[in-house]
Protein backbone atom coordinates (compact mmCIF):
# COMPACT_ATOMS: atom_id res chain seq x y z
CA UNK A 1 0.00 0.00 0.00
CA UNK A 2 3.03 2.25 -0.42
CA UNK A 3 2.24 3.76 -3.43
CA UNK A 4 -1.66 4.59 -1.57
CA UNK A 5 0.52 6.55 0.58
CA UNK A 6 2.26 7.96 -1.99
CA UNK A 7 -0.52 9.06 -4.00
CA UNK A 8 -0.56 13.03 -4.25
CA UNK A 9 -4.17 14.18 -4.60
CA UNK A 10 -5.74 15.69 -7.74
CA UNK A 11 -8.36 18.06 -6.21
CA UNK A 12 -9.25 19.09 -2.97
CA UNK A 13 -11.90 16.12 -2.95
CA UNK A 14 -10.21 13.46 -4.24
CA UNK A 15 -11.03 10.72 -2.47
CA UNK A 16 -8.48 7.86 -4.32
CA UNK A 17 -6.39 7.22 -1.38
CA UNK A 18 -9.40 6.56 1.67
CA UNK A 19 -11.13 4.58 -1.28
CA UNK A 20 -8.14 2.35 -2.23
CA UNK A 21 -7.64 1.93 1.49
CA UNK A 22 -11.24 1.24 2.20
CA UNK A 23 -10.97 -1.75 -0.31
CA UNK A 24 -7.84 -3.17 1.32
CA UNK A 25 -8.84 -2.88 4.81
CA UNK A 26 -12.52 -4.37 4.27
CA UNK A 27 -12.55 -7.05 1.28
CA UNK A 28 -12.23 -10.84 2.10
CA UNK A 29 -8.87 -12.43 2.04
CA UNK A 30 -9.04 -13.69 -1.57
CA UNK A 31 -10.72 -10.68 -2.92
CA UNK A 32 -8.10 -8.48 -1.48
CA UNK A 33 -5.46 -10.97 -3.08
CA UNK A 34 -6.74 -9.95 -6.49
CA UNK A 35 -6.98 -6.10 -5.73
CA UNK A 36 -3.16 -5.66 -4.27
CA UNK A 37 -2.30 -8.01 -7.43
CA UNK A 38 -3.95 -5.28 -10.05
CA UNK A 39 -2.55 -2.72 -7.36
CA UNK A 40 1.13 -3.69 -7.85
CA UNK A 41 0.69 -3.17 -11.68
CA UNK A 42 -0.13 0.27 -11.30
CA UNK A 43 3.03 3.19 -11.70
CA UNK A 44 1.88 6.65 -11.70
CA UNK A 45 -0.78 8.72 -9.80
CA UNK A 46 -3.56 8.59 -12.83
CA UNK A 47 -3.78 5.04 -12.86
CA UNK A 48 -4.44 5.01 -9.06
CA UNK A 49 -7.15 7.42 -9.52
CA UNK A 50 -8.60 5.76 -12.41
CA UNK A 51 -8.72 2.52 -10.88
CA UNK A 52 -10.23 3.88 -7.62
CA UNK A 53 -13.21 5.28 -9.77
CA UNK A 54 -13.14 2.05 -11.68
CA UNK A 55 -13.73 0.73 -8.30
CA UNK A 56 -16.52 3.46 -7.34
CA UNK A 57 -18.37 2.99 -10.49
CA UNK A 58 -18.37 -0.60 -10.99
CA UNK A 59 -18.85 -2.44 -8.36
CA UNK A 60 -19.99 0.11 -4.90
CA UNK A 61 -22.40 2.41 -6.77
CA UNK A 62 -24.29 -0.06 -9.24
CA UNK A 63 -25.80 -1.67 -5.78
CA UNK A 64 -27.19 1.70 -5.08
CA UNK A 65 -28.43 3.34 -8.06
CA UNK A 66 -28.58 1.60 -12.01
CA UNK A 67 -31.49 2.75 -13.54
CA UNK A 68 -30.38 3.42 -17.09
CA UNK A 69 -26.88 2.61 -18.43
CA UNK A 70 -24.33 2.92 -16.31
CA UNK A 71 -21.09 4.86 -17.92
CA UNK A 72 -18.12 2.05 -16.76
CA UNK A 73 -14.77 1.87 -18.25
CA UNK A 74 -12.98 -1.70 -17.08
CA UNK A 75 -9.64 -1.69 -16.50
CA UNK A 76 -7.24 -3.02 -18.46
CA UNK A 77 -6.87 -6.61 -18.82
CA UNK A 78 -10.12 -7.79 -17.80
CA UNK A 79 -11.56 -8.70 -21.03
CA UNK A 80 -11.00 -12.43 -21.25
CA UNK A 81 -12.77 -12.35 -17.36
CA UNK A 82 -15.46 -10.04 -18.84
CA UNK A 83 -16.04 -11.67 -22.03
CA UNK A 84 -16.16 -15.25 -19.59
CA UNK A 85 -18.97 -13.73 -17.44
CA UNK A 86 -21.14 -12.49 -21.05
CA UNK A 87 -20.95 -16.26 -22.06
CA UNK A 88 -22.68 -17.57 -19.02
CA UNK A 89 -25.36 -15.34 -18.96
CA UNK A 90 -28.73 -16.81 -20.97
CA UNK A 91 -30.03 -13.29 -21.39
CA UNK A 92 -31.76 -10.59 -19.32
CA UNK A 93 -33.38 -11.89 -16.19
CA UNK A 94 -37.13 -10.66 -15.42
CA UNK A 95 -38.68 -10.25 -11.91
CA UNK A 96 -40.71 -13.20 -10.56
CA UNK A 97 -43.72 -12.26 -8.73
CA UNK A 98 -44.02 -15.57 -6.71
CA UNK A 99 -40.56 -14.83 -5.25
CA UNK A 100 -42.28 -12.57 -2.61
CA UNK A 101 -45.23 -15.06 -1.75
CA UNK A 102 -42.06 -17.60 -1.09
CA UNK A 103 -40.21 -15.02 1.09
CA UNK A 104 -43.51 -14.55 2.75
CA UNK A 105 -44.17 -18.32 3.67
CA UNK A 106 -40.27 -18.80 4.37
CA UNK A 107 -40.37 -15.84 6.53
CA UNK A 108 -43.59 -16.14 8.39
CA UNK A 109 -45.35 -13.13 6.55
CA UNK A 110 -43.25 -10.55 9.09
CA UNK A 111 -40.36 -8.29 7.91
CA UNK A 112 -37.37 -9.72 9.05
CA UNK A 113 -36.17 -6.44 10.57
CA UNK A 114 -38.71 -5.46 12.49
CA UNK A 115 -41.09 -8.43 12.85
CA UNK A 116 -44.25 -6.61 11.79
CA UNK A 117 -46.95 -8.77 9.97
CA UNK A 118 -47.78 -8.24 6.44
CA UNK A 119 -50.73 -6.11 6.10
CA UNK A 120 -52.31 -8.75 3.78
CA UNK A 121 -51.56 -11.64 5.96
CA UNK A 122 -53.27 -10.32 8.73
CA UNK A 123 -57.37 -10.71 9.68
CA UNK A 124 -58.81 -6.89 9.73
CA UNK A 125 -59.92 -7.48 13.15
CA UNK A 126 -56.16 -8.39 14.34
CA UNK A 127 -54.84 -6.25 16.88
CA UNK A 128 -51.23 -7.26 15.54
CA UNK A 129 -49.36 -4.24 14.42
CA UNK A 130 -48.84 -4.43 10.60
CA UNK A 131 -46.39 -2.71 7.97
CA UNK A 132 -46.40 -3.04 4.24
CA UNK A 133 -43.79 -5.56 2.88
CA UNK A 134 -41.29 -5.81 -0.13
CA UNK A 135 -39.18 -8.12 -1.24
CA UNK A 136 -36.06 -7.10 -1.06
CA UNK A 137 -33.10 -8.62 -3.28
CA UNK A 138 -29.60 -8.62 -1.27
CA UNK A 139 -27.52 -8.45 -4.70
CA UNK A 140 -29.63 -5.92 -6.50
CA UNK A 141 -32.03 -7.50 -9.24
CA UNK A 142 -31.08 -4.34 -11.69
CA UNK A 143 -27.41 -6.50 -12.12
CA UNK A 144 -29.29 -8.98 -13.85
CA UNK A 145 -31.82 -7.07 -16.04
CA UNK A 146 -30.90 -4.66 -19.27
CA UNK A 147 -32.09 -2.97 -22.47
CA UNK A 148 -29.47 -2.31 -24.76
CA UNK A 149 -26.11 -4.08 -25.75
CA UNK A 150 -24.29 -1.16 -24.14
CA UNK A 151 -26.18 -1.99 -20.59
CA UNK A 152 -25.55 -5.76 -21.13
CA UNK A 153 -21.48 -4.70 -21.57
CA UNK A 154 -21.75 -2.53 -18.34
CA UNK A 155 -23.66 -5.66 -16.45
CA UNK A 156 -20.93 -8.23 -17.32
CA UNK A 157 -17.98 -5.36 -16.32
CA UNK A 158 -19.94 -5.24 -12.99
CA UNK A 159 -20.62 -8.97 -12.31
CA UNK A 160 -16.34 -9.39 -13.30
CA UNK A 161 -15.31 -6.91 -10.38
CA UNK A 162 -17.95 -8.78 -8.40
CA UNK A 163 -16.60 -12.28 -8.95
CA UNK A 164 -12.89 -10.73 -8.74
CA UNK A 165 -13.06 -9.08 -5.58
CA UNK A 166 -15.82 -11.25 -4.02
CA UNK A 167 -14.38 -14.95 -5.17
CA UNK A 168 -16.69 -16.81 -2.61
CA UNK A 169 -19.29 -16.29 -5.14
CA UNK A 170 -18.08 -18.43 -7.56
CA UNK A 171 -17.73 -20.97 -4.69
CA UNK A 172 -21.52 -20.94 -3.47
CA UNK A 173 -21.84 -20.91 -7.37
CA UNK A 174 -24.62 -17.65 -7.32
CA UNK A 175 -24.64 -15.92 -11.00
CA UNK A 176 -26.57 -13.15 -11.98
CA UNK A 177 -29.13 -16.63 -13.24
CA UNK A 178 -30.10 -17.07 -9.54
CA UNK A 179 -31.25 -13.43 -8.62
CA UNK A 180 -34.54 -14.36 -8.08
CA UNK A 181 -33.38 -17.66 -5.51
CA UNK A 182 -34.98 -16.86 -2.17
CA UNK A 183 -31.04 -17.17 -0.71
CA UNK A 184 -31.08 -13.99 -2.22
CA UNK A 185 -34.32 -12.24 -0.87
CA UNK A 186 -35.91 -11.13 2.55
CA UNK A 187 -39.52 -9.97 3.44
CA UNK A 188 -38.98 -6.10 4.77
CA UNK A 189 -40.91 -3.33 5.21
CA UNK A 190 -40.98 -0.99 2.54
CA UNK A 191 -39.08 1.94 4.22
CA UNK A 192 -36.43 -0.20 6.03
CA UNK A 193 -36.42 -1.74 1.86
CA UNK A 194 -34.95 1.88 1.13
CA UNK A 195 -32.41 2.36 3.69
CA UNK A 196 -31.17 -1.30 3.11
CA UNK A 197 -31.00 -0.58 -0.32
CA UNK A 198 -28.47 2.49 0.85
CA UNK A 199 -26.72 1.19 2.76
CA UNK A 200 -27.80 2.79 6.29
CA UNK A 201 -27.53 -1.07 8.18
CA UNK A 202 -26.19 -4.33 6.99
CA UNK A 203 -26.43 -7.53 8.40
CA UNK A 204 -23.18 -8.75 10.14
CA UNK A 205 -22.72 -12.90 10.79
CA UNK A 206 -22.43 -14.12 14.37
CA UNK A 207 -21.17 -17.24 15.93
CA UNK A 208 -25.16 -18.59 16.20
CA UNK A 209 -26.55 -19.80 12.89
CA UNK A 210 -28.71 -17.88 11.22
CA UNK A 211 -28.42 -14.80 13.78
CA UNK A 212 -27.15 -11.20 12.50
CA UNK A 213 -25.89 -8.34 14.25
CA UNK A 214 -27.61 -5.07 12.80
CA UNK A 215 -24.54 -2.64 11.86
CA UNK A 216 -26.02 0.72 11.90
CA UNK A 217 -24.19 3.15 9.19
CA UNK A 218 -26.41 5.95 9.33
CA UNK A 219 -26.65 7.18 12.97
CA UNK A 220 -28.95 9.69 11.72
CA UNK A 221 -31.37 7.22 10.66
CA UNK A 222 -34.42 8.16 12.79
CA UNK A 223 -35.79 4.61 12.19
CA UNK A 224 -35.10 2.05 15.08
CA UNK A 225 -33.67 -1.18 14.69
CA UNK A 226 -32.88 -3.95 16.76
CA UNK A 227 -29.79 -4.66 17.70
CA UNK A 228 -29.89 -8.41 16.35
CA UNK A 229 -32.12 -10.36 14.24
CA UNK A 230 -32.54 -13.88 13.75
CA UNK A 231 -33.82 -15.58 10.64
CA UNK A 232 -36.71 -17.84 11.50
CA UNK A 233 -37.20 -20.83 9.15
CA UNK A 234 -41.47 -21.08 8.50
CA UNK A 235 -41.56 -22.27 5.49
CA UNK A 236 -38.29 -24.58 4.80
CA UNK A 237 -39.19 -25.50 0.92
CA UNK A 238 -37.60 -22.38 0.21
CA UNK A 239 -33.45 -21.25 1.09
CA UNK A 240 -33.12 -18.61 4.05
CA UNK A 241 -30.57 -15.54 2.79
CA UNK A 242 -26.96 -16.88 1.99
CA UNK A 243 -24.64 -16.02 4.33
CA UNK A 244 -22.14 -15.24 1.52
CA UNK A 245 -24.57 -13.04 0.03
CA UNK A 246 -25.26 -10.77 3.28
CA UNK A 247 -21.45 -10.89 3.70
CA UNK A 248 -20.98 -9.43 -0.18
CA UNK A 249 -23.55 -6.56 0.57
CA UNK A 250 -22.05 -5.82 4.66
CA UNK A 251 -18.53 -5.25 2.88
CA UNK A 252 -19.88 -3.07 0.41
CA UNK A 253 -21.38 -0.80 2.42
CA UNK A 254 -18.45 -0.44 5.11
CA UNK A 255 -16.28 0.41 1.65
CA UNK A 256 -19.48 3.10 0.67
CA UNK A 257 -19.30 4.66 3.85
CA UNK A 258 -14.98 4.39 4.85
CA UNK A 259 -14.17 5.27 1.49
CA UNK A 260 -15.56 8.84 1.56
CA UNK A 261 -17.89 7.95 -1.27
CA UNK A 262 -21.11 8.19 0.14
CA UNK A 263 -21.21 11.85 1.11
CA UNK A 264 -20.75 12.39 -2.73
CA UNK A 265 -22.95 9.81 -4.10
CA UNK A 266 -25.98 10.34 -1.20
CA UNK A 267 -25.68 14.75 -2.55
CA UNK A 268 -25.79 13.54 -6.43
CA UNK A 269 -28.95 10.40 -5.57
CA UNK A 270 -30.82 13.86 -3.81
CA UNK A 271 -30.45 15.82 -6.65
CA UNK A 272 -31.08 13.46 -9.49
CA UNK A 273 -33.78 12.65 -7.77
CA UNK A 274 -35.67 15.87 -7.48
CA UNK A 275 -35.83 16.89 -3.81
CA UNK A 276 -33.02 19.32 -4.52
CA UNK A 277 -34.10 22.43 -6.30
CA UNK A 278 -31.46 25.11 -7.88
CA UNK A 279 -31.69 28.31 -5.49
CA UNK A 280 -32.93 31.36 -7.51
CA UNK A 281 -29.99 33.11 -6.11
CA UNK A 282 -27.40 31.01 -7.47
CA UNK A 283 -25.90 29.86 -4.65
CA UNK A 284 -26.69 26.09 -5.12
CA UNK A 285 -23.49 24.75 -4.80
CA UNK A 286 -23.44 22.86 -8.65
CA UNK A 287 -19.63 22.12 -8.74
CA UNK A 288 -20.27 20.33 -5.60
CA UNK A 289 -22.98 18.09 -7.15
CA UNK A 290 -21.31 17.60 -10.24
CA UNK A 291 -18.12 16.31 -8.64
CA UNK A 292 -20.15 13.15 -7.73
CA UNK A 293 -19.58 12.40 -11.61
CA UNK A 294 -16.08 11.52 -10.86
CA UNK A 295 -17.74 8.82 -8.65
CA UNK A 296 -20.19 7.61 -11.52
CA UNK A 297 -23.70 8.60 -10.11
CA UNK A 298 -24.49 11.00 -13.12
CA UNK A 299 -23.12 8.91 -15.86
CA UNK A 300 -25.24 6.28 -14.34
CA UNK A 301 -28.39 8.79 -14.92
CA UNK A 302 -26.70 9.95 -18.15
CA UNK A 303 -30.25 9.04 -20.54
CA UNK A 304 -32.63 11.24 -18.05
CA UNK A 305 -30.07 14.49 -17.81
Given at each position: ???V??????????????????????????????????????????????????????????????????????????????????????????????????C?????????V??????????????????L?????????????????????????????????????????????????????M???????????????????????Q????????????????????????????????????????????????????????????Y????C?????????????????????????????
Open positions: MEKDAYQPMSSDDKTASILRAFHTYLPENGRVNFLNHLDSLQINQQLHDHARSLIDGLVTPFISLRSTPSISPRLGMEDSIASVASESTGPIQIQDHLKVELARDGNRCVSGLFEEASVDRNSTEPITTECVHIIPFSLASWHSRSENHAKDVIWTNLIRHFPTLETIRFTRENINDTANATMSFSLHRHFGRFDFSFEETSQLKYRIQNHSPRMQMRLPRTVFFNWYDRRYDLPHPELLKVHAIIAQIFHASGAAEQIQKALYLEGHALAKDGSTDVSSILAATTLGVLASRGDNA
